[in-house]
């Protein structure tokens, strides 16, 4: 698995912000020629799914994806939400540490039921 930056939450407006978009075909591209099998890469917006899957579609599907949501987005239930409906990628939900387990696994809560079990 490869961590990927195209969308790079700062806390300053003025500290890079990750290429965008216009960086996941090559990525993907490149993913694919290395044989990296999966991506990781956080999102901070929903239009961030579609971007990932036209750039996944243009490319061939040369890898996979799991979506990360950072620290500071376990606060976006909207974000959440909208990730835990759609079924092609895995999350990754990071926790801070000023997060409790608790408050964790409510953030899981948001998104809806499906079969997990291998």
């Not at 965008?20 to 990296?36: D, N, Q, R, T």
């Not at 950072?70 to 939900?93: A, D, Y």
Request: glycine share 10%.
């Amino acid at each position: 698995m490869h961590a990927h930056g195209a969308y790079k939450p700062r806390t300053s407006p003025y500290a890079f912000q990750g290429h965008g978009k216009a960086c996941l075909p090559y990525v993907f591209e490149l993913a694919g020629k290395y044989g990296i099998k999966v991506i990781a890469m956080e999102i901070t917006h929903e239009s961030h799914l579609d971007e990932i899957n036209e750039a996944l579609r243009q490319t061939g599907n040369p890898t996979g994806v799991m979506l990360q949501i950072g620290t500071r987005n376990t606060q976006n239930f909207e974000l959440l939400k909208i990730v835990g409906r759609q079924t092609e990628m895995p999350i990754l939900l990071k926790r801070g540490f000023g997060i409790t387990l608790d408050e964790s696994l409510t953030r899981r809560n948001t998104w809806p039921p499906r079969v997990t079990a291998r």
